[in-house]
């Protein structure tokens, strides 16, 4: 594999795991966000990572500049206009729009910005040492924990979606993708450099998915708007273990299956 074209899927990781923040500033989303109070400058640099990651994978990659554009059409496509109205709000959103950017804002204030660094550089060091891939995948679910410490108001709540049940489906969806955007690059060494091991990446990743589904419904099973969230990091650490001692793999699914009915009763009283 060429260096170059090692510094396109670097641009693409980087570009994936950012998508949410470019569509995060739309003015739609703005006025969502307001009600986090997030300073100006915060947008500003969020814009100018955005502008530095596109032109670094241009400048670096003029055989694959392609990448960076396939991944611009599905944003510019998410700019088209459908109405939604919030009748509680007395405003209008165009849908669709980024449901996942209260997170987003949420987690890169709480220093999910180092997380997603930091395990996309152990992606990078993984192509010399196969352990690092491992503890990038675990570093990154870890940063995730960043990204839902904060109660979304009640009226995210309405704009995301109409029943309880739909809202948690979405989050874990958004959750998934987010998941995978950051470890897309460590998954893609892991198919190239470590196809015989492959096994191993693949487990530890839907383990650490599967952890971090449990941790969004210990979320929601005590929310309350406007409030934080403090994962209980205990449980969570045992959730991690057992992924990995086999008489305790039913442990987590059996938890899975009651924590869901649970969360969804509690977001039931809000809807």
Do not use: C
Request: positive net charge; hydrophobic residues 55%; without cysteine.
């Amino acid at each position: 594999m060429h260096i170059k074209e090692l510094h396109a899927f670097f641009v693409d990781a980087a570009l994936l795991s950012l998508l949410s923040a470019a569509q995060a500033n739309r003015k739609d989303e703005k006025i969502l966000m307001q009600l986090m109070k997030f300073p100006s400058l915060y947008y500003v640099l969020e814009n100018i990572i955005w502008v530095v990651l596109f032109t670094w994978g241009i400048a670096f990659s003029p055989s694959n500049a392609i990448y960076p554009f396939i991944i611009l059409f599905p944003l510019v496509a998410s700019f088209l206009p459908t109405n939604r109205s919030m009748e509680n709000q007395g405003f209008v959103i165009p849908i669709p729009f980024s449901k996942a950017a209260y997170d987003w804002k949420a987690g890169m204030r709480n220093g999910g910005a180092w997380g997603i660094i930091i395990s996309i550089v152990l992606a990078v060091v993984g192509l010399f040492r196969f352990e690092f891939l491992l503890v990038g995948i675990v570093v990154s679910s870890i940063s995730i924990f960043g990204f839902y410490t904060q109660n979304e108001p009640r009226q995210i709540l309405y704009a995301v979606a109409d029943t309880s049940s739909s809202f948690l489906k979405k989050k874990i969806r958004q959750m998934a993708l987010l998941f995978l955007m950051i470890n897309s690059f460590g998954l893609i060494i892991g198919l190239v450099f470590y196809l015989q091991v492959f096994y191993v990446i693949a487990y530890l990743f839907l383990g650490s998915f599967f952890v971090l589904f449990l941790m969004i419904l210990q979320k929601y099973i005590t929310y309350e708007p406007d409030t934080n969230f403090r994962a209980n990091t205990f449980i969570i650490a045992f959730y991690y273990i057992s992924i990995f001692i086999p008489f305790l793999i039913p442990l987590p699914l059996v938890v899975g299956i009651r924590s869901w009915k649970r969360a969804n009763r509690q977001l039931s009283y809000y809807f």
